[in-house]
Every structure is written in C-alpha cells, then in structure tokens.
C-alpha cells in the first residue's frame, strides 16, 4: 500500500466518520489533548493525497482570519493565551479536514455514503435516498459555481472591466456583480439537469449502483484508531 494516498484508499464513509469524530473532539481541547491531537491530524494529512497549490491557497486564505483573531482576542479582549491557540488551531484543523476529505473521495460516492450511513433513519419515515441525492447535486454545485465564476472573472478582464490595480473596494463591488450572472447560470444548470433526470425516469427511492461500498480490513482498523482516540480525549477532557 502507498504510504502517500493510503487516506485516498479507504472507503469514504470511514473518511467521514473519522472527519466527524476529530471535528467534535475540538470541543474537548485542553493542555493535554491538543498534544494528542496535533500529532493524529499530522499523520492523517501526510498520508492523504493533496495539491500543493490548493494547500498553499488554504493557508494563505485562513491566514488573516487567524491574525485577526489573535489580534482582536489578545490585544482587545484580553484573552487567555491557550484559548487563542485553541481557535486558530480549530479553524486550521477544519480546513485542512476539508481539503483532505474533498481532494481524497469521489465525489459521486458522496450520495451513497450518506444514505448508507444514515439507512436507519428510514424506519422514521425520512426519505434518506432523497435526501443523498440532494446532498451530492449540492456538492457538485460547488465546483459548477467556482468554474461559472472563473469564467465571468475572465470574460470582463478581456473587456477591461477588471485591472491588477483595482482598490479593495472596487473589488468588493465587482465580486457582488457577480452573484447575479452567477445565479442565473445556476438555475439553468438546475433547469437541464432536472429534464435530464425526468427523461431517464428517476423517481427518487432506492436504486441500483454501479459501484458497491465495502469496508475493508484497514477501514475498521482506521476507524478502531479514531474511535479510540476519540474515547481517550473524551475521558481526559472529563478528568481534566
């Protein structure tokens, strides 16, 4: 097994299981678990494959969120120390959670994962299969938004509309006349998509798949790992 995309590897349920578990074990941070925590989150990031370039483009995004939230908690409001560092490690965990889970998963297994992982909420009468499907169009929405806004952002750069020396606010009033062209791409995407779903038949429920989920051994070992570290930063967090 490659050390490099052994994340990529596992079945995608144990990668949202395990993004679920670390999420809400930084509720539990305190002097000691955050040591438990940095070194499950580094290990768990190595061994998952990432574009450099989106990596770069992350910690350049978060990195004057977390200046400003050093600044305004320290100098303004005189917060403790440690719980500074708890909010911008928090903020850094999430984001590289989500860049690790979107660039190691198909994106089309999303909607079977969640209806696998959520197939006992049926017997309540709640329409798990419908709601997969809602779930995964969602998702693939996002990358349709960021190409239809990358292709506006060029299309007025060749008329001149944007310059490399624009002020912030004129960047700001440019990026809100976006949403409009935006929204209307959107809803034409919805439009095509909805009759493509109507001449195939769909009908919501339960369907055939072209690809079968199935744990395998290093799921439930992966997944025992996260269990039971999540286990001890719970029990630490009590005693402590």
Same mark, same amino acid.
């Given at each position: 097994?490659? $050390? ?8 995608? $349920? ?18 000691? @678990? ?6 499950? =989150? ?5 061994? *998952? ?5 989106? =990596? ?12 400003? %939230? ?6 303004? !409001? ?5 719980? /500074?560092?708890?909010?911008?490690? $928090?903020?850094?965990?999430?984001? !590289? ?19 696998? =992982? ?30 239809? *806004?990358? $292709? ?9 509309? /944007?310059?490399? @020396? ?39 429920? @339960?369907?055939?798949? =072209? ?19 999540? /286990? %001890?930063?719970?029990? /630490?967090?009590?005693?402590?």
């Amino acid at each position: 097994m490659s $050390r490099e995309i052994f994340v990529e590897k596992l079945d995608i $349920r144990s990668k949202m299981i395990f993004s679920i578990l670390f999420i809400v074990s930084l509720f539990f941070l305190n002097k000691i @678990n955050i040591f438990i925590s940095i070194p499950v =989150l580094t290990i768990y990031v190595l061994n *998952a494959r990432i574009n450099k370039d989106n =990596l770069l483009k992350l910690l350049k995004g978060i990195s004057l969120i977390l200046l400003s %939230i050093t600044g305004f908690n320290y100098f303004l !409001l005189h917060t403790d120390v440690w719980k /500074i560092i708890f909010m911008c490690y $928090r903020l850094i965990s999430v984001s !590289l959670l989500l860049l690790v889970f979107v660039e190691n998963i198909n994106i089309f297994d999303l909607g079977d994962a969640f209806e696998k =992982l959520f197939h006992p909420l049926i017997f309540l009468k709640i329409p798990v299969y419908d709601i997969g499907m809602v779930f995964t169009i969602s998702v693939k929405f996002i990358s349709i938004f960021f190409e239809e *806004a990358e $292709r506006i952002k060029k299309s007025q750069r060749a008329r001149g509309i /944007i310059k490399d @020396n624009m002020k912030i606010l004129e960047k700001l009033k440019l990026s809100l006349s976006l949403f409009l062209p935006m929204f209307i791409c959107g809803l034409n995407h919805a439009f095509e998509l909805a009759a493509a779903m109507d001449l195939r038949g769909y009908q919501g429920g @339960n369907r055939g798949r =072209l690809k079968v989920l199935k744990y395998q051994s290093r799921d439930y070992i992966f997944l025992f790992g996260a269990m039971f570290l999540f /286990i %001890i930063q719970l029990i /630490i967090k009590i005693i402590f």
